[in-house]
């Protein structure tokens, strides 16, 4: 069979085939008339056709048109274009792939904005010693009974640890246990469990300045959370000592509140 036989589709079409090799045809047109020149059956009168509807266009365009007629042909729009509603436009398939596109950029974003606004120095650390927290056994600890506040000197005289010191909001409750060990970058790590809503609380260095190599420190009470863990951080002298609890932002929050009335009235933290 051959590729270049016409169908009475086709052969219906090029009753009607332009006689101009202009661009923009119709492909189904453009294949019709292709077919047509090849075919033995239609490729005469086919021709014919052509030539008739040459001659008949040669004879229109010969036809004298006055100045009246010429001048409203072309002030008036004969075919009047539709306008494209927004709607369309906004049903348009490219237009919804780069609406949808911006929209997860802007979400990326938003998202890692939110995360540098929350983010403070040693923020990672927090976090690592929150996962030690909800991974820790009590056989891990030595049995420590006393104040939270006077383990600062108990850590000095038996490990020298400097300025490992509680946090005042913290420093009247009873401790049940605490260890130091040494992190997964062999920093070292005060823990104290705190029979208080079973708390616990971490001492360690803050994060340094790779340039200047001094701690870099931040003002206030910041948090983190990891693994159904919360913890309220803040340093001091290059020590950052963390609250942590099971639970959410609010178990801590009366703890705090007394440094926060302070630092509205303008009275320095202890």
């Known amino acids: 069979m051959s590729i270049f036989r016409i169908s009475r589709r086709e052969e219906l079409l090029t009753r009607f085939a332009p006689i101009t090799e202009k661009p923009g ?3 189904r047109m453009r294949a019709a008339i292709l077919r047509a020149r090849r ?9 014919y056709q052509q030539t008739f509807d040459k001659a008949i266009a040669n ?9 009246e007629v010429a001048e ?7 075919i009047p274009r539709s306008k494209r509603t927004w709607k369309k436009t906004a049903k348009n398939p490219a237009v919804l792939s780069a609406a949808l596109a911006l929209a997860v950029i802007a979400g990326v974003v938003l998202f890692i904005v939110m995360e540098r606004v929350s983010e403070f120095p040693g923020a990672g650390t927090a976090r690592k010693m929150l996962t030690i927290a909800s991974t820790t056994d009590r056989t891990q600890l030595d049995v420590v009974e006393a104040e939270a506040g006077s383990l600062g000197d108990f850590f000095f005289m038996k490990y020298r640890l400097e300025h490992y010191d ?4 913290f420093a009247g409750l009873r ?3 605490c260890r130091v060990f040494d992190d997964d970058e062999g920093r070292r790590v005060a823990q104290i469990s705190v029979r208080e ?6 001492l360690f260095p803050a994060e340094r300045d790779v340039k200047e190599a001094r701690p870099r420190e931040f003002s206030g009470w910041r948090f983190v959370e990891q693994e159904g863990w919360t913890g309220a951080v803040r340093v001091r002298d290059g020590v950052c000592f963390m609250a942590a ?3 959410e932002q609010k178990e801590l929050e009366p703890y705090l509140a007394e440094a926060v009335q302070r630092a509205a009235a303008g009275a320095p933290e202890r």
Do not use: C, H, Y
């Open 166 to 169: 509680v946090a005042p909001e």
């Open 245 to 247: 609890v099971r639970g």
């Open 197 to 202: 809503k079973r708390m616990q609380f971490f």
């Open 175 to 177: 401790t049940t246990a």
């Open 25 to 27: 045809t119709d492909r």
């Open 59 to 67: 004879l229109v365009r010969a036809i004298p048109v006055s100045n």
């Open 72 to 78: 409203w042909f072309r002030n008036e729009k004969l």
């Open 39 to 47: 075919s033995r059956s239609v490729a005469t009168a086919f021709s």
